[in-house]
């Protein structure tokens, strides 16, 4: 059975940090790039961030590049986003997805709720 919990959210206010992890069990974690996605309210879900499955590649979204790290541990099958500097526009429900190597499988987690606000 394929598991992705995600943890780590919560209320911060701006400027602050916040780190999200995301544990998965039921498929081979080290095959699969990990990516991270979001979705504010009344918006449509975008891509984060991402890290290819040795994890050496990653790539990030323009409006979180220099804010945001993803990285992996395949040891652990963990996949975390560190988020610096946090904004208001960075609130939104983060989701931890799996990809295979041919795109032909996806797995999603359940999400985390991260709400910037003083």
């Known amino acids: 059975q394929v598991q992705l919990v995600e943890s780590g959210g919560g209320l911060v206010q701006p400027g602050g940090s916040l780190r999200l992890s995301c544990a998965a069990s039921?498929?081979?974690?080290?095959?699969?790039?990990m990516n991270w996605y979001r979705q504010a309210p009344g918006k449509e879900r975008e891509l984060v961030a991402a890290?290819?499955?040795?994890?050496?590649?990653?790539n990030y979204a323009d409006s979180v590049k220099g804010r945001f790290t993803i990285s992996r541990d395949n040891a652990k099958n963990t996949v975390s986003l560190q988020m610096n500097s946090l904004k208001p526009e960075d609130t939104a429900m983060y989701y931890c997805?799996?990809?295979?190597?041919?795109?032909?499988?996806?797995?999603w987690g359940q999400g985390t709720q991260v709400t910037v606000s003083s």
């Open positions: 997805n799996a990809l295979s190597p041919y795109g032909d499988q996806a797995y």
């Open positions: 039921g498929f081979t974690f080290s095959r699969y790039a």
């Open positions: 890290v290819r499955s040795a994890g050496g590649l990653k």
